[in-house]
């Protein structure tokens, strides 16, 4: 049971390069979210989905876009990176919205 | 509109007992979560309240009164490994609205 799991651990980017985020869980779980945090900030929601197939935006989501084909992953894609998001990516799963369980995180540069 | 207001920071020394404070308002209440983060790592869950009431769990208890909108983290016994920053956190429809979080450092 490994739990929630990102791929990759760290990247770096050039400004307008595309990537694609993984997250998968094996909890079964309907609810994934991807978030974003800054230093020495809270977590500020990206997008999320409470199913399969289906996505919706959360507080920041402009220059990200989703997919959750498979119950048990959650992809986040940047179009075209930019510096301002550079920042820490965190996956969470979960059974309930209330109760959710975070990935080791993704530590993304954008230079 | 959702918003919670916790302490930026709580400072305590080993074996000793810290509460962390949450208030939120919220347009519609589920109940009250709180998340643990060290340093450099991800979020855990640490406990829900939906009711009013304490519920323990081990050295860490967490309080809710829903009609003074307020809840608590009680630590208790506290260790070093204890300095992290700790979230609570509301349901909004299918999401959760974070605090800003509280960063508690434990000294010896």
């Known amino acids: 049971n490994a739990g929630v799991t990102q791929t990759p651990k760290f990247r770096v980017l050039k400004t307008g390069q595309s990537m694609t985020l993984l997250c998968a869980q094996d909890?079964?779980?309907?609810?994934m979210y991807w978030y974003r945090q800054d230093p020495g900030m809270g977590l500020r929601l990206i997008h999320y989905s409470v199913g399969e197939g289906t996505t919706a935006k959360g507080e920041v989501p402009d220059g990200y876009n989703v997919s959750r084909l498979k119950k048990q992953n959650f992809l986040l894609g940047l179009e075209s990176a930019a510096p301002s998001q550079t920042s820490v990516y965190f996956c969470?799963?979960?059974?309930?919205?209330?109760?959710?369980?975070f990935g080791p995180g993704t530590r993304l540069t954008v230079t | 509109g959702q918003s919670l207001e916790q302490p930026s920071e709580v400072t305590a020394v080993e074996g000793a007992i810290v509460q962390i404070n949450c208030t939120y308002q919220t347009s519609g209440f589920y109940g009250l979560s709180w998340y643990q983060q060290h340093d450099g790592g991800a979020p855990t869950f640490l406990s829900y309240n939906a009711l009013d009431g304490l519920e323990e769990t081990g050295r860490f208890s967490s309080f809710l009164s829903r009609s003074d909108s307020y809840g608590y983290l009680l630590l208790q016994e506290l260790q070093m490994k204890d300095s992290a920053s700790y979230f609570c956190a509301v349901r909004n429809t299918d999401k959760l609205i974070f605090g800003t979080g509280t960063r508690l450092q434990v000294f010896p």
């Open positions: 969470a799963s979960g059974p309930r919205v209330d109760e959710q369980y």
């Open positions: 909890m079964n779980h309907e609810y």
